[in-house]
């Protein structure tokens, strides 16, 4: 069993920056990824980025440049940097893992958090 937890949401003006958070615990393997999607409302939910144990990473285009995904492994935890918040970032983002990075483009990864709001005001 994977339990994921997400923190760091909130509300903040356009061109503001929040960082998430996102730990990991259960049986977790030591080479994974990690990474975040999010879901806009009326929207389907979409890949934001990704990360693996060994630190490469892939990006949504719509986020490049103003999103950053790090990670620290002795912690299981994924952080998303968000600068330049704009308006249409507002969304639930859910934190997710699998055992390869591969699974975040080409299906949907394994194990899911319960997501946390972000919501952009103008």
Not at 68 to 87: F, G, P, W
Request: with cysteine.
């Amino acid at each position: 069993q994977v339990h994921l937890v997400e923190s760091g949401g909130g509300l903040v003006q356009a061109g503001g920056s929040l960082r998430l958070s996102c730990s990991a615990s259960g049986r977790i393997f030591s080479i994974n990824a990690m990474g975040w999607y999010r879901q806009a409302p009326g929207k389907q939910r979409e890949f934001v980025a990704a990360i693996t144990s060994g630190g490469s990473t892939k990006v949504a285009d719509s986020v490049k440049g103003r999103f950053t995904i790090s990670r620290e492994n002795a912690k299981n935890t994924v952080y998303l940097q968000m600068s330049s918040l704009k308006v249409e970032d507002t969304a639930i983002y859910y934190c997710a893992l699998d055992s390869t990075i591969v699974a975040f483009t080409s299906r949907e990864p394994d194990h899911w958090g319960q997501g946390t709001q972000v919501t952009v005001s103008s």
